[in-house]
């Protein structure tokens, strides 16, 4: 008998410390017109923070146990844990253990996956195929979370992106279609343009590197808009190809939260109403590995996405990494 991964539940949290665009108004005054250019451009209004002591799998938890109790399953139910993040809680170990110590998931394995804000589609495709293909694995639990806030300096303007939060799902082994296929591109040329530089391999931490500022998350050169305006209509129609359907069988469709006027435009080269996505980033900002979690579970409370409809999640992250899959909904 076929095994598919089906989404049995969704969650999501967002943190308690609203910081909106009238507050970066105040702290980047120096640079007139600037947030209200950004505001424009992205479509963001505010973001939420985390307390500066928690760490994201502090993050993660609340998303986790949301997630988990919709389910119906408890913690030790689980067979594995797959995060994905790029704000980890360290360099290594992975944050998906920590996460797992914390949930009290006894019996979960774990693993990281580590594209940035791809890695939620990446890491719901993984989870699929470990169920696919292993009796043993009947539920996993997926989260993306990001607390990049914590990872940026305060005056660096493109904090006005970062907004942190974590989306979790619960996929559960069934003998009816559930997860539909995945597809991905990326362009490593690209690697050099937004990250975090030192306190790897490449550069280990320094006193040096800390003062200037290499630990900290930075953008070193503007991406070209083509990366997404382009790349995620082909990755879109690569995933369709593969699955064997047509752009008109989406019923839903979620992007990476990064700027509203990139989905509008998308989503036209696509044929797509708008009424088939859904946003969040106004309100929320952009929350990286955790937007395309969290957006779906936005847009299931709401009752945008309805039983038996064809989902289809598209993550971009830096580096750069691009990834899509597909659900039937259950």
Known sequence: MARHAVVASTGSYLPDIRVSNDLLRERFAHLPDFVDRMEASTGIRCRWHAPEEWATSDLALPAARQALERAGIGPEDLDLIILGTDSPDYITPATSVV???????????????????????TAAATAAGWIATNPGIRRVLVVGVY?????????????????????????????????????????????????????GTFEPATVDSVQAGRTLVKMLERYPPEINHEGWPRLVRKLADGCGFGLGDIDFILFTQVR???????????????????????????????????????????????????????????????????????
Request: charged fraction near 15%; proline fraction near 6%; aromatic fraction near 8%.
């Open 99 to 121: 996460l797992q110590h914390k949930l009290g998931a006894v019996n979960a394995g774990t693993f990281d996956i580590g594209c940035a804000c791809a890695s939620f589609p």
């Open 260 to 330: 509203k006027p990139s989905i509008e435009l998308v989503m036209a080269d696509l044929g797509l109403p708008m009424e088939k996505t859904h946003t969040v980033m106004e309100d929320w900002g952009y929350t990286g590995s955790a937007c395309i979690p969290m957006a779906l579970d936005d847009a299931l409370g709401k009752g945008r996405i309805r039983p038996g409809d064809r989902v289809v999640l598209v993550g971009s992250g830096v580096g750069y990494n691009q990834a899509a899959c597909a659900f039937l909904m259950p």
């Open 147 to 199: 607390l990049m806030h914590k990872l940026a300096d305060p005056g660096d303007p493109m904090t006005f992106f970062y907004g942190d939060g974590a989306g979790a799902a619960v996929l559960t082994a069934s003998d009816r279609p559930g997860f539909l296929g995945a597809a991905a591109q990326a362009g490593g040329a690209f690697h050099k343009h937004w990250g975090i530089y030192s306190g």
